[in-house]
Nanobody, 123 residues
Framework: QVHLVESGGGLVQDGGSLRLSCAAS????????MGWFRQAPGKEREFVAA???????LYAGSVKGRFTISRDNAKNTVYLQMNSLKPEDTAVYYC?????????????????WGQGTQVTVSS
């Protein structure tokens, strides 16, 4: 198994920025895809971004151009830099570890979920 610990959530104004971090432990990190999902109140969890073991990123259309996913294999950590935040980005953000080096953001390919961190964007 892998244990995922998230940090960096909080309250930010419309147009602001936040950087989420997800530290992984319990298994080798650099050979697996990682990703971020989010769930707003009353809505289903949705894919946000993923990064493959080789560093190839993948984004949901709603965040493309505003969010950047990255990873630091030496620190076993994946990041989500969120810029130009909008109130519609308000949600609990979950880090996810994929089962394979390539991770396309499908929940069936998630090996382990993080606990979630709240992101609130005020209007």
């Amino acid at each position: 198994q892998v244990h995922l610990v998230e940090s960096g959530g909080g309250l930010v104004q419309d147009g602001g920025s936040l950087r989420l971090s997800c530290a992984a432990s319990g298994r080798t990190f650099n050979n697996y895809g990682m990703g971020w999902f989010r769930q707003a109140p009353g809505k289903e969890r949705e894919f946000v971004a993923a990064i493959w073991s080789g560093g190839t990123p993948l984004y949901a259309g709603s965040v493309k151009g505003r969010f950047t996913i990255s990873r630091d294999n030496a620190k076993n950590t994946v990041y989500l830099q969120m810029n130009s935040l909008k109130p519609e980005d308000t949600a609990v953000y979950y880090c996810a570890a994929g089962r394979l080096p390539i991770f396309r953001g499908e929940e069936r390919d998630v090996y382990q979920w993080g606990q979630g961190t709240q992101v609130t964007v005020s209007s």
